[in-house]
């Protein structure tokens, strides 16, 4: 075991877990502070949150890791579909989602779409779809405190689930907030300084490219995959920011309009300056430091053990549990709220007081997490390519009844609640039951919701007047 990596990943827990003692003051009972941290975030503060629930494990070990295996072009490709993403939200979904003041997508849905059908429907498919991602970022713990510590792998995934279920049972948002600042900054600083290492060892920029496409001429060329594989990674990603759980409970934590679109915004520059340098430096450079690795997710690992010393080693790996605990505290708040919120409080308990809902959340919190931890001790490979499959589902379903529900006013109930179906039916069953290219899932699936969602709303009766009123309202 290695005692100084060990150290300083230790102290790194300890103060998150700090960070959740302290904000348990602030939730208290109230459901605000628990789900939206009371909706006073500012700019900065939920710039790096906003980041930091984005990039996840996936985004230093994963990202990385498809860079080396699939080559730059394709990792880029799906990419830049998050970049655009962020623009996207900020233009369509953060004005109408902070003037309306709730918690959650399903919050949305629920208010202008009243069916019951999906009340349920849309929590189930929050908590399915994200506890796959969460898997994905419990894999990407587990398999850096077992390369760098030297503990087992079951162990890892053990320590980093009790530590991250800890903080966010007992502190809501508030501790995500507070944890996601800190995680953010050490994670984009230490992605960086490896890349930067990296550029400089192997001649800058250019020379890193040359060197690292003659040693692989792959990496630089689009791997043997159909171009709709291409187009379905970006599109995944374009459309997953404006309605992916998380992200949008971030949305509503924000101040005001203005401070939720400067936060978008924000983050969608630090983000891709993150990914381009890590993935440029990380990716290609691992071609040239250890050629042939058979796991692709474990390049970023062997590239700070060799470049760095012991106290900035366990710095990584911090970065690494940052990376997965910012985003997985997100995520499991996300599965919380669909249970507590959205099925306990608006279908079986109207009445639910704060103090059961927030109880309610603390322990649906910890199930999910331990189921979570107990399907990433036998995880598939390519970490992105599994919670970017998870993510289809999200944008199969939902993306369509969202922004049509705010900018068309002809959206009905039915045509929503049809289209939620087609949409998730529709991409599970191509995901599981045909061949098609990874990740062009959703370049069906998601037409075929727009196509039910509009004419089904234009065959039936149209919203009520009170509907239409509740819409514009969003837009003021």
């Not at 203005?258 to 915004?265: E, P, Q, T, V």
């Not at 605990?325 to 599965?335: G, K, R, V």
């Amino acid at each position: 075991m290695r005692t100084t990596e060990l150290a300083v990943t230790l102290i790194y827990i300890v103060v998150c877990i700090g960070i959740g003692l302290w904000a348990r003051s602030k939730v208290r009972e109230s459901k605000d502070d628990y789900w939206v941290a009371g909706r006073r975030v500012g700019v900065f503060t939920n710039t790096w949150a906003i980041m930091a629930a984005l990039a996840s494990g996936g985004s230093i070990l994963g990202v990385t890791g498809l860079g080396y295996r699939l080559g730059l072009p394709y990792v880029f490709s799906m990419y830049a579909g998050a970049v655009v993403g962020f623009p996207i939200a900020a233009m369509l979904v953060a004005k109408p989602l902070v003037n309306l003041g709730k918690y959650t997508i399903t919050d949305f849905l629920a208010e202008r779409f009243d069916s019951k059908l999906l009340k349920v429907v849309i929590p189930l498919i929050i908590v399915i779809s994200m506890g796959t991602y969460i898997v994905a970022q419990m894999k990407a713990a587990g398999v850096a405190a077992q390369y760098l510590l030297g503990i087992s792998y079951n162990h890892a995934i053990i320590l980093t689930s009790v530590v991250f279920i800890l903080y966010v049972s007992i502190g809501g948002m508030w501790a995500v907030t507070v944890t996601d600042v800190l995680q953010g900054i050490i994670m984009v600083g230490m992605m960086l300084l490896v890349a930067a290492i990296s550029l400089a060892r192997f001649g800058g920029l250019g020379g890193l490219l040359t060197q690292a496409t003659a040693a692989a001429p792959n990496i630089g060329k689009l791997v043997d995959m159909p171009m709709s594989s291409y187009v379905g990674a970006f599109v995944v990603w374009a459309a997953a920011i404006p309605v992916i759980p998380h992200i949008v409970m971030r949305i509503y934590t924000s101040k005001d309009v203005k401070s939720a679109r400067l936060s978008l915004n924000y983050a969608m520059l630090i983000y891709a300056f993150m990914i381009f340098f890590g993935v440029v430096g990380i990716s290609a450079g691992g071609h040239l430091l250890a050629p042939g690795l058979k796991d692709a997710d474990t390049v970023y690992l062997i590239m700070v053990e060799s470049f760095l010393p012991r106290v900035l080693g366990g710095l990584a790996l911090a970065a690494v549990m940052a990376a997965v605990m910012s985003t997985t505290d997100a995520l499991l708040l996300a599965c919380a709220s669909a249970v507590s919120h959205d099925l306990y409080e608006r279908v079986i308990n109207p009445r639910a007081s704060d103090k059961t809902l927030v109880n309610i959340s603390l322990v649906t919190t910890w199930v999910i997490g331990l189921l979570a931890m107990f399907f990433a001790f036998n995880p598939p490979k390519l970490l992105t390519m599994l919670y970017t499959a998870a993510v289809g589902l999200i944008v199969s379903s939902l993306f369509v009844p969202t922004i049509l529900g705010i900018w068309w006013k002809g959206t009905n109930t039915q045509g929503a609640t049809a289209g939620v179906l087609v949409g998730a039916v529709s991409y599970l069953w191509l995901l599981w039951f045909t061949k098609m290219p990874a990740l062009s899932h959703v370049l069906v699936s998601l037409p075929l919701c727009l196509f039910v969602t509009v004419i089904v709303s234009l065959l039936t009766p149209p919203p009520s007047a009170a509907t239409l009123e509740r819409v514009q309202q969003l837009h003021k």
